[in-house]
């Protein structure tokens, strides 16, 4: 039933279109993009799994839930303090809890590469994308998340959850597509979004 809502959805994100390209990056973009959004992605996502473990340390996983529910926002905020303003944090993975988490089609597109191992079976640290959107430039910085043994007691299989988190779960996200993972399995991808002007001033 989840692996035929998956496909559905990534049918759904290269058959929707919009006036938009991908570009080649250059080597001085791609220098700036990666130092900044890889610090970026790497602050959201220590702070982000400080909160998660503090919650659990207090309340068990029903507390993280509550984390990812109610104080994702905050958290996202504070890692974009001190940054232009055009920048934007997102988390996205093709087996999404939250509908806002979906990937667009070259948020996608970036997904498949970065769950696709390269050579020597090596998996990719990173990716980076320039796009135009009409006449909006902007440039998009990926860092792979994968799954901690910690997640799991909320997006593992039914013998990992616990009643209580998986009825908590269904009342918050009952279209919910991220569990039967696995530690260690690629879970997505935090995309940091920034503005040509911001990016190349």
Known sequence: MIKNRILLFITIVF???CSSSINDISSNERVK??????SVAQAFQKDLFRHL????????????????NLEALEITKAAQRGFPQSLEIKRVSFKF???????????????NYLATPQKGDAYPINTVQKINFGKETVF???KPMRMAEMCLQC?????QISDVVAEKLTELYPNDLAVDYKRGDFRGAIRIQISKEDLLK
């Not at 996983?61 to 984390?67: F, G, H, M, Q, Y």
């Not at 809890?97 to 997904?111: F, H, I, Q, S, T």
């Not at 997006?155 to 013998?159: A, C, E, L, N, T």
């Open 15 to 17: 058959a929707n279109s």
């Open 33 to 38: 993009l990666v130092d900044i959004g890889g």
């Open 53 to 68: 473990s503090e919650a659990i340390g207090d309340g068990g996983a029903p507390n993280a839930i509550s984390v990812c």
């Open 97 to 111: 809890r939250n509908a806002k988490n979906a990937p667009d089609k070259y948020e996608a597109e970036a997904l």
């Open 140 to 142: 998009r910085f990926y």
């Open 155 to 159: 997006h593992g299989s039914d013998k």
